[in-house]
């Protein structure tokens, strides 16, 4: 993944200083920029698609015509593939594509010090993994400490996989909590990484501010919604809702595009659920992610579909079908003539 995520970050930072170093903007302009170089990748998908769709009938009889006879089908069906000039994987390429992208770009979410600010990645890596294990410590072996000092960053979450944002609570928000997280000691052992990541990330001046809230912090569910609530909320509510949208509007599209086709009302909400589960998981920075790629994402896929329909695109192969023959059955008769 780091051949892709280290230019990526190289696009997001760029983003970022274009944008005065505010990270949600710089989110925004980066995912629009991704799903715009995507469309050819999408459109593709779309044809496959539509070809899959044209050449149905043909299959049906090809399955008919073979029964049980699983070998002789494959070899008929590789040949209607070639005579129809239908890729086999045309429709799973560009989904594979853009799944790795997409998980690229989670993790290049999830580590902006390492991918934003320019620092070594070892040197991330080192300071990241030492200040999760003092916290670790501190958590099992003296808990008002660990508390205060929790409170004191508005931490919500230690896991490995999210070791940056922790990281950065750190930088941005006390220098000298680091002292209070572990002992001079250890902290002796990681100066020079720390005092390098940290000249960097001061450098960088990354803002994870959106409209009040921090994105850094990840949103802890709880029943009581009086005293749990907590504006970060918002973020996988929001993306819940962004996803429901466009379900709701691409649902809407392909009825149009085939009144026949079975519904995804199911789909539709179980997907945007296990999002919102997700969501409060992950800081609010993945939640953003999410909000932005599920409404331009939808947006512009939305569009492909209605500019490369089926009947659309099955009207411009019939007729394309048609002229040939036509053009056929002229120099035939020119050679009568």
């Known amino acids: 993944m780091e051949i892709i995520n280290k230019p990526l970050g190289y696009v997001l930072k760029f983003f970022a200083d274009i944008c005065g170093g505010n990270f949600a903007a710089a989110v925004l302009i980066f995912t629009i ?45 590789q040949k209607l593939y070639q005579e129809e000039g239908v890729s086999m994987s045309g429709g799973c390429l560009p989904m594979i594509i853009r799944l790795v992208i997409m998980w690229c770009i989670y993790s290049l979410i999830l580590s ?14 080192t300071v990241g993994k030492a200040i999760t294990e003092s916290l670790e410590s501190l958590k099992d072996n003296d808990s008002d400490k660990y508390s205060d000092i929790v409170d004191k960053l508005s931490l919500n979450e230690k896991s490995s996989n999210q070791r940056e944002i922790v990281l950065v609570r750190v930088l941005r928000d006390d220098s000298d909590i680091i002292h209070d997280i572990m002992s001079e000691k250890k902290f002796s052992k990681i100066e020079k990484e720390y005092n390098a990541v940290k000249a960097k990330y001061d450098k960088a001046d990354i803002d994870f501010n959106l409209f009040g809230l921090d994105l850094t912090d990840r949103p802890i569910f709880g029943f ?67 909000i932005c790629s599920s409404l331009v994402g939808g947006f512009i896929q939305s569009g492909i579909q209605l500019l490369y329909g089926p009947h659309k695109m099955l009207a411009k192969y019939r007729l394309k079908e048609i002229t040939q023959q036509a053009d056929f059955e002229q120099k035939q008769l020119q050679k009568l003539q």
């Open 33 to 77: 920029f991704i799903n715009l170089i995507l469309i050819p990748l999408s459109i593709k998908s779309q044809k496959s698609t539509v070809q899959q769709t044209r050449i149905k009938p043909k299959l049906d009889e090809l399955k008919k015509r073979c029964g049980d006879d699983k070998q002789k089908y494959n070899i008929e069906l």
């Open 112 to 125: 902006p010090v390492t991918y934003m600010t320019g620092a070594n990645k070892s040197d991330v890596k």
């Open 224 to 290: 009581d919604f009086v005293h749990d609530w907590q504006p970060i909320w918002l973020m996988p509510i929001f993306a819940f809702l962004a996803q429901i949208l466009t379900g709701i509007v691409s649902m809407a599209i392909q009825k149009k595009n085939n009144p026949e086709a079975p519904s995804m009302a199911g789909m539709m909400l179980t997907m945007p659920l296990i999002s919102l589960f997700i969501g409060f998981r992950f800081q609010g920075a993945v939640c953003f992610y999410w």
